[in-house]
């Protein structure tokens, strides 16, 4: 069966909580054991001193290492990217860094392509060099050689430790090669030593596209976004197989930053819409890009779908073999600057000039001003993230109501 038809039922029995159809929110921080012996052995599994035994059942220990709400919004999240485990997070900020300082050790030196969002640009160039490791960025036009010349060029190839990437990258959507990554990898890794590939897929996941299959080892995504997806809760998550979940995890439980089972519980019940909710807001991109590349206002659109006319043969290959549909973020340059993009923005009524994405609403924001302020100045004009750029997050409302609101707000500009 697909994921989305087994969202609503997948990992939870109804008989072991008195029926419920739903699964109720277990808030509880702690559990009970029916015997001493019973405690014991969920302690040697729980802290990896004893494997489980085939048809052994677990029981629960305490919130901070397994509860209800989180293990079944796991499961069912394990669905969409077909991944042995996932660990869900507070917030994707705190899925990432646990996998930045999970992977990485003080002399080792990470990769990363750039721009990334903001929160983990921070941490990779502020936390991370503090703890004494280095890193180096690419960007989107980088061939397979230009990358691997950067690393060496740092004299730490031997102490690669972790490839992260984002694909499109935000805010113009510019793609980068899971599969170029997968071989740089491989060039660096050996037999004592693997290199760990981690995508950051908010952008287009877990619908449309999946980074495991492409040769990543790890997902990360901001389920802020599209996965909880009705802008009321912050949580991340990370996916991946058995054996390098099982460090995340490990991590995890000891800085205490899993998801509460209130903000799992709120998980779940988005995941039933997700894929309805993910397909309306594509079908409303391809509206509200086409409104947009035919509007006299405006220069430029940068939305994936445009690639085939648009795009170079590599950005071709790379949209057709990695992505399933172009999306929901469209961004534009509006002709003028930031008092054009200002007045756009500043007139909108159906949409919110807010931050976030991937939510129900259509929200639009100033990425030069906004979410991309302290990206350093040529990295932003290499990525076109100029004054006249404005990013929209297309949500699940009638298109022709989005579109009536922009051709509005555009008329509001003077030309
Ligand atoms: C929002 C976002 C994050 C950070 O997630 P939080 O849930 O806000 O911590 C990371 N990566 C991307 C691409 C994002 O959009």
Redesign the pocket.
């Known amino acids: 069966m697909r994921p989305e038809s087994l969202m609503m039922t997948y990992g939870y029995k109804p008989s072991l909580s008195e029926g419920s159809l739903k699964c109720p929110i277990f808030q509880t921080s702690t559990f009970v054991f029916n015997t001493a012996a019973e405690g014991k052995r969920f302690f040697e599994v729980a802290y990896g001193l004893s494997e489980q035994k085939e048809g052994e059942e677990m029981g629960l220990i305490y919130s901070r290492l397994n509860n209800p709400d989180l293990e079944i919004l796991e499961t069912r999240l394990c669905l969409w990217d077909k991944a042995e485990d996932c660990a869900v997070f507070e ?4 899925a ?1 860094s646990t996998v930045m300082m999970e992977f990485c050790s003080p002399g080792d030196l990470i990769l990363y392509s750039r721009p990334v ?1 903001g ?2 640009d921070h941490f990779i160039n502020n936390f991370l060099k503090k703890m004494q490791i280095d890193s180096v960025g690419f960007s989107p036009d980088d061939t397979e050689e230009q990358v691997i010349a950067k690393i060496n060029a740092t004299g730490k190839g031997d102490r690669l430790a972790l490839i992260h990437i ?1 694909t499109p990258a ?1 805010p113009t959507n510019a793609l980068i090669d899971i599969e170029m990554c997968a071989n740089i990898k491989k060039h660096f890794s050996t037999a004592e030593r693997a290199v760990i590939l981690s995508v ?1 897929n ?2 287009m996941g877990p619908i449309w596209q999946h980074p495991l299959k492409h040769g990543a080892d790890l997902v990360l995504y ?4 599209y996965i909880g997806g009705h802008s009321d809760v ?3 998550a990370c996916l991946g197989s058995k054996a390098l979940m099982a460090r995340v995890k490990g991590l995890r439980t000891f800085l205490g930053n899993m998801a509460s089972p209130h903000t799992s519980w709120m998980l779940m019940r988005s995941l039933e819409t997700l894929k309805v909710r993910m397909d309306q807001q594509a079908r409303n991109a391809i509206e509200v890009a086409n409104f947009l590349k035919n509007h006299p206002k405006i220069e430029k659109v940068y939305y994936l779908g445009f690639i085939d006319e648009q795009g170079s043969e590599r950005e071709k290959k790379i949209y057709h073999n990695q992505f399933l549909s172009a999306g929901a973020m469209i961004s534009f340059d509006v002709k003028g600057g930031e008092k054009e993009a200002f007045t756009f923005l500043d007139n909108l009524k159906l949409i919110k000039l807010a931050v ?2 991937g939510g129900t609403e259509s929200l639009a924001e100033h990425p030069y001003t906004m979410t991309h302020t302290d990206v350093p100045l040529d990295v932003k004009n290499a990525m076109s993230i100029t004054e006249k750029l404005v990013r929209i997050s297309v949500g699940v409302e009638y298109h022709a109501d989005i579109i009536a609101d922009m051709e509005q707000a555009l008329n509001c500009i003077q030309s």
């Open positions: 917030s994707g900020m705190s990432i969002y929160g983990t984002e935000n950051d908010t952008y901001s389920a802020t976004k912050i949580a991340g976030s994405l």
